[in-house]
């Protein structure tokens, strides 16, 4: 039959404690001296505090704009990693004259920087629309000078690495878009050289000259027309001379053979001009021109150069028929009056009117050699003219290339001059302290007391510890008796039969003595190695540094 473990009451464990307050009461006092001995000799440390707002731009945005989409915020922690390197921290170690016993003991610069960094505290405030309002910074040292000192230091260190950030910024943005400038500028350049060098070499060509070339084109056309009527006519006039050239011959002719008595007869009939070939081509032409100013009567009025021109020709036809109607005449009634001279006479007198003809030919053949050459510089020029018209849309073409592509680069140069001028505005207003700032407000304190190390704390952490120890060491000598029967209320529990009586341990006094005197002299025991254990305790903290790492 089993049976339950007995539950012990607060009395019973009161009991158990006033049995064993020596072995918690020792631990406790032992941790409570060596623990409090090692704190109390730790250094203060001293912690000095500034406090650094952002300043907005005197200058609104919309005026100057900035050279980064990064606000203060994104920044700082740029910053951040400059102000905290190690070629900005180990300056102000020997400035200060910073954990000289760290490294009078050989501590290596690393360590001795990384503490630094622990010690130092950057805490960000920002506001509704997580934009940076203002930022604490919190430096410990075991001098309230020192600590004074670098928080002042680290200070002004974030304001000047704000300000030199910005123009950083700016600088490099304005570098980046001079010599982007530099090169839109030889592009644009380079396109204006391309634009002149093909008006050079196209002077004549130009977009701008093509109605001048179409006139100078219709002029010349119009001057072919002009020169070949004139070669035309002039071959009219030729072949109306030799007509009358082989009418002469005939008459010579005439003259030789039928002799003085048939003069007027042969004369009658041979000055018929309306038989001859030049008087009825002059009577096809004529009608011809008629038919021609009836159809440019329709088109044109009256005052157009070719129907005055056509008239022109109609009337000299008609005066060319006059005058042959009236030759033929003179022809007729010379030979009546001189129808008794002599027959050489006649003859001589159709041959000097033959040789003045034939002079009259010769000069319309230099005059049709002329006009030939003429013609032909000018068909030369034409030609010439429609080969430059015809390259003016190739031309028109090229400079329109290069005119869009010279307001493209124009556009892209103008866009980055705009951006070099607002960064200039930037560099400016930054240099001038007008753009977004940090400034201190509140400037580093000197610290009066210390805040660490928190020694009654930390004393009051060794009792504890001791009391915890004591604790521990009372438990393992009362757990086995828990299951043992050690009091009446044990016997009757386990038992579970009335208890009829009790007998107390029957000693001797010489017995009862001993145990006090074992009593005490345990305790003193004990109360000595406390005492010894407490230099053991101090000397594994010191070597250890626990708390002096904890508080520094």
């Known amino acids: 039959m089993s049976v339950e473990f007995r539950q012990r009451s607060a009395g019973d464990f009161w009991k158990m404690l006033t049995r064993r307050k020596w072995l918690i009461l020792l631990p406790v006092l032992t941790m409570t001296a060596a623990i409090g001995y090692v704190v109390y000799k730790l250094p203060s440390v001293y912690e000095s505090k ?33 102000v905290l390197s190690r070629s900005s921290l180990e300056p102000m170690i020997a400035k200060y004259r910073l954990y000289e016993l760290e490294r009078n003991a050989g501590v290596p610069t690393e360590l001795i920087i990384e503490r630094m960094r622990k010690n130092i505290d950057v805490n960000l405030e920002k506001t509704d629309n997580e934009k940076l309002a203002a930022f604490r910074i919190s430096y410990r040292d075991r001098t309230p000078e020192a600590a004074r000192n670098v928080t002042a230091e680290l200070a002004s260190k974030y304001v000047n690495a704000q300000v030199i950030d910005q123009q950083q910024v700016a600088k490099q943005t304005g570098d980046f878009l001079a010599t982007q400038l530099g090169e839109k500028k030889a592009a644009l350049d380079a396109l204006e050289q391309q634009r002149l060098n093909i008006m050079m070499s196209n002077v004549d060509t130009l977009p701008e000259n093509d109605r001048g070339l179409i006139a100078q084109l219709e002029n010349l056309s119009k001057r072919e027309e002009n020169l070949s009527r004139d070669i035309q006519s002039l071959n009219v006039q ?14 010579i002719k005439l003259v030789e053979d039928l002799g003085q008595k048939d003069i007027r007869e042969t004369l009658v009939d041979v000055t018929d001009v309306s038989k001859t070939p030049v008087y009825a081509n002059l009577v096809k032409e004529r009608a011809t021109l008629n038919a021609r100013l009836v159809n440019l009567k329709k088109q044109y009025t009256d005052k157009m150069p070719k129907v ?37 006479m006649q003859k001589q007198g159709f041959m000097i009117q033959r040789e003045k003809i034939e002079g009259q030919i010769a000069s319309i053949d230099s005059q049709v050699s002329q006009k030939r050459i003429e013609l032909q510089t000018n068909s030369t020029q034409i030609a010439t003219l429609n080969s430059k018209i015809n390259t003016i849309p190739s031309v028109k073409v090229a400079l329109e290339s290069i005119n869009n592509q010279y307001q493209t680069a124009k556009r892209s140069y103008d866009d980055l001059l705009k951006k070099k001028n607002d960064t200039e505005l930037q560099l400016n207003r930054d240099k001038n302290v ?45 757990l086995p008796k828990l299951f043992k029967i050690q009091s009446i209320d044990d016997a009757k ?27 005490w002299l345990k305790v003193l025991a004990g109360v000595g190695a406390a005492i010894g254990a407490i230099p053991v305790i101090i000397m594994v903290l010191e070597f250890s540094r626990v708390f002096e790492r904890a508080v520094s």
């Open 493 to 519: 529990h386990y038992t579970g039969l009335p208890l009829l009586a009790s007998v107390p341990p029957l000693l001797s006094h010489s017995e009862i003595a001993w145990q006090k005197r074992s009593y």
């Open 238 to 251: 030729k072949s109306r001379l030799r007509d009358n050239i082989q009418a002469l011959n005939r008459q």
């Open 308 to 344: 005055v021109e056509t008239k022109e020709r109609l009337k000299a036809i008609e005066t060319e028929i006059a005058a042959l109607n009236a030759s033929a005449k003179s022809r007729v009634a010379s030979a009546e009056r001189s129808s008794s001279r002599k027959a050489e």
């Open 434 to 478: 007008q753009g977004e700032t940090i400034r201190v407000v509140d400037p580093a304190n000197l610290p009066k007391s210390p805040v660490a190390p928190k020694r009654e704390l930390l004393t009051g952490f060794g009792a504890g510890m001791g009391l915890a120890i004591g604790l521990f060491l009372a438990a393992l000598f009362e």
């Open 50 to 82: 500034t406090i650094l707002t952002v300043k907005p731009p005197t200058i609104s945005e919309d005026v100057v704009k900035s050279m980064t989409n990064a606000d203060l915020t994104q920044r700082i922690e740029t910053i951040n990693q400059e």
